[in-house]
T-cell receptor
Framework: DQQVKQNSPSLSVQEGRISILNCDYTNSMFDYFLWYKKYPAEGPTFLIS?????DKNEDGRFTVFLNKSAKHLSLHIVPSQPGDSAVYFCAASGIQGAQKLVFGQGTRLTINP | ETGVTQSPTHLIKTRGQQVTLRCSSQ?????VSWYQQALGQGPQFIFQ???????GRGNFPPRFSGLQFPNYSSELNVNALELDDSALYLCASSARTSGETQYFGPGTRLLVL
């Protein structure tokens, strides 16, 4: 049972344009959501997070939106840069008990010059 | 501030052998979580350690075990290795057991032949 889903395995965007990565979840007990970026041969790097009491969080070029009623979150990158090319994972957890992060399958983002 | 480190970076074992992977947490972090990432998948939670005790476990058999030491570093031990154990093993540290961002190390790539 895949509780966190990233339905797009890959996404290609032109440099300077907006990249939008999507993630859906099924467990209504999740209340903390994170996005990680991963380069080959490296561990995931934390990008941005959002708790369920918010619907938007911004950090520089990165903005995460949370729609709790739709159980959907998205990551917007504006403007997209070549260094943003990587695999992006969304992850979810609850605040009760051990913080087990449940990850999606990842979306490979390619920024074209 | 030192980030999360893991050793070794790569490892080749044969089926039936045992393996120990090591992780040093980021300074100031007292919680360590371990994840297994198979090729093309998102990381999957193995277990979490806090104050030298297991604090939550994912859907992994007992041959996956761990330790946490007083300095918060940690080991992951896998007995009776199977071919399907071939994966990237990731360690993440955080300042609390829940509601806190986890920061990942570079991982150990294990190949079981």
């Amino acid at each position: 049972d895949q509780q966190v889903k990233q339905n797009s395995p890959s996404l290609s965007v032109q440099e300077g344009r907006i990249s939008i990565l999507n993630c859906d979840y099924t467990n209504s007990m999740f209340d903390y959501f994170l996005w990680y970026k991963k380069y080959p041969a490296e561990g995931p790097t934390f990008l941005i997070s959002i708790s369920s009491i918010k619907d938007k969080n911004e950090d520089g070029r990165f903005t995460v939106f949370l729609n709790k009623s739709a159980k959907h979150l998205s990551l917007h990158i504006v403007p997209s840069q070549p260094g943003d090319s990587a695999v992006y994972f969304c992850a979810a957890s609850g605040i009760q008990g051990a913080q087990k992060l449940v990850f999606g399958q990842g979306t490979r983002l390619t920024i074209n010059p | 501030e030192t980030g999360v480190t893991q050793s070794p970076t790569h490892l080749i074992k044969t089926r039936g052998q045992q393996v120990t992977l090591r992780c040093s947490s980021q300074s100031g972090h007292n919680t360590v979580s371990w994840y297994q990432q198979a090729l093309g998948q998102g990381p999957q939670f193995i277990f979490q350690y806090y104050r030298e005790e297991e604090n939550g476990r994912g859907n992994f058999p007992p041959r996956f075990s761990g330790l946490q030491f007083p300095n918060y570093s940690s080991e992951l031990n896998v007995n009776a290795l199977e071919l399907d154990d071939s994966a990237l093993y990731l360690c993440a540290s955080s300042a609390r057991t829940s509601g806190e961002t986890q920061y990942f190390g570079p991982g150990t790539r294990l190949l079981v032949l």
